[in-house]
């Protein structure tokens, strides 16, 4: 007989206090949909319950706006009375908070309706269901994340803006871009380390970190993992490790796409294959740019790129990234070995033949991220769309006027969008919409000082 995830997770809280007796507490953690992770602390105590049956936690958990704000989104919140979910947890994700000050755990829960269903207002649980929907194909998508994120001095300037930190021996701002340098990998050796460590802890395959194209600029990438939902899991817990452990060091971390308006953004880059039953790369023809099952994936992928702006780059600050020659796509392209397309087959092996997605922002949701693009393949792959011919040399000197780069009109586009609807469910598309447009219109409430320098 099967086990119920209720048994798994008993053995697993069971396996896991045998091996960490000292534990004092357990916190129980969601990722909502604007990618802030929120839960609950369990002492040790109440362990057992919490593992056995979850606790309740009202729905609009998931469609606060990026300041905790409940703001009503098509009525639900304040005038459906703010009812309860059951959050269960996540079977295989109980591992260690190696920062704690104290022997602690962590765990993912995911929300449940009244009848057991997964709550279809959770991101993880909208990522999922489109996941499933490659099971008919007989293929199983192979991911991986890579995160751009700047280390910040925890003091700001003389206008509140963020600062390059400063290096531990020379106690000096890095003020120069020194892609791929070695020398401050080195000097924020110790930093790094504790976040191989507490990657390792947790059950995060991080690996290859670089110095970025910014002072201040790093990347870590997530090895694949042939299982999409794990994959956008370890891209939310590696940013919890990176903040926590920068904390530690005395600096902050930013996953903000834009925090200098004179630097390249950070980027959220998505690595994707497709295997069949046998665990063949379908993606795979022996060429550089991959099979027709590739390119047709490529096609869906184009063609619903800017429908799934509003997903990529979730507020007006992810907008900015996108600007000419910065790095960061600025127009649907694609090509091989060529960093400045939207979608680029990197070169190597023919048998790891994959795309990178190169748009969305570090900041954004992954599981949303992973749900789009999940969405644009499976769309490409059962219609058998046309990506066109591969872009060759810079593509991104020009920005693409119909790309939405303006807040209001990528929710309209994502709100307006046939295809994600269908993917991701009519009810979440309106639900995010109005979620984001409320902070939207909070957003631009406040004057700013450009305002009264210009018009006063």
């Given at each position: ?17 045998e ?125 991986a ?6 280390l ?54 991080a ?26 899991d ?30 390249t ?15 063949k ?5 022996g ?44 127009n ?18 023919s ?58 009109v ?16 009519a ?8 979620t ?19 018009y006063?």
């Amino acid at each position: 007989m099967t086990e119920e995830p209720s048994d798994q997770v008993a053995e697993e809280l069971a396996r896991y206090l045998e091996r960490y007796p000292d534990t004092a507490y357990v916190d129980a953690i969601f990722v909502d949909l604007c990618g802030i992770v929120r839960g609950k602390r369990y002492p040790r105590a109440e362990l057992e319950k919490l593992f056995a049956g979850g606790f309740p936690i009202p729905f609009s958990l998931h469609f606060l706006d990026v300041t905790g704000a409940c703001l009503d989104p098509c009525g639900r919140g304040f005038s459906d009375g703010d009812p309860d979910g059951v959050a269960r947890p996540v079977p295989g994700t109980l591992a260690p908070v190696p920062w704690a000050d104290r022997s602690a755990g962590q765990v993912l829960m995911s929300l449940h309706d009244a009848d057991g269903r997964p709550s279809a207002v959770e991101p993880r649980n909208v990522a999922a269901a489109v996941a499933r929907r490659f099971e008919a194909l007989g293929l199983r998508p192979c991911l991986a994340f890579e995160l751009e994120f700047f280390l910040i001095d925890r003091e700001r300037d003389d206008r509140g803006r963020p600062q390059p930190p400063r290096l531990p021996t020379s106690g000096q701002r890095e003020r120069t871009t020194q892609v791929y340098g070695m020398d401050t990998l080195e000097e924020l050796g110790a930093l790094f380390h504790d976040i191989e460590h507490s990657a390792a802890a947790q059950g995060v395959p991080a690996s290859v970190a670089t110095s970025e194209y910014a002072p201040g600029q790093y990347e870590i990438n997530l090895r694949h993992v042939e299982d999409p939902v794990l994959a956008a899991d370890h891209c939310a817990l590696l940013r919890r490790v990176v903040k926590a452990v920068a904390r530690r060091h005395g600096l902050d971390a930013t996953f903000m796409s834009k925090p200098f308006l004179d630097q390249t953004g950070n980027g959220m880059h998505v690595h994707a294959s497709l295997l069949d039953a046998h665990g063949k790369n379908v993606f795979d023809d022996g060429s550089p740019t991959g099979s027709e099952t590739l390119r047709h994936a490529l096609g869906g992928l184009l063609h619903t790129l800017y429908d799934a702006m509003a997903l990529f780059a979730p507020s007006l600050n992810a907008l900015r990234r996108f600007g000419p020659n910065l790095y960061v796509p600025v127009n649907r392209s694609w090509g091989s070995n060529n960093r400045s397309v939207a979608l680029r087959i990197p070169a190597g092996a023919s048998s790891a033949r994959r795309f990178e997605h190169r748009v969305p922002g570090a900041d954004a949701n992954p599981y949303l991220v992973l749900a789009a693009i999940l969405a644009g393949m499976h769309h490409g792959i059962t219609h058998r769309v046309d990506p066109g011919a591969p872009w060759s040399g810079n593509v991104c000197g020009e920005v693409d006027p119909e790309m939405p780069r303006e807040w209001a009109v990528a929710l309209q586009r994502f709100s307006g969008s046939t295809i994600l609807r269908e993917y991701l469910g009519a009810d979440y598309v309106d639900l995010y919409c109005a979620t984001k447009n409320a902070e939207r219109l909070r957003f631009l409430e406040h004057i700013s000082r450009r305002e009264y320098d210009w018009y006063l």
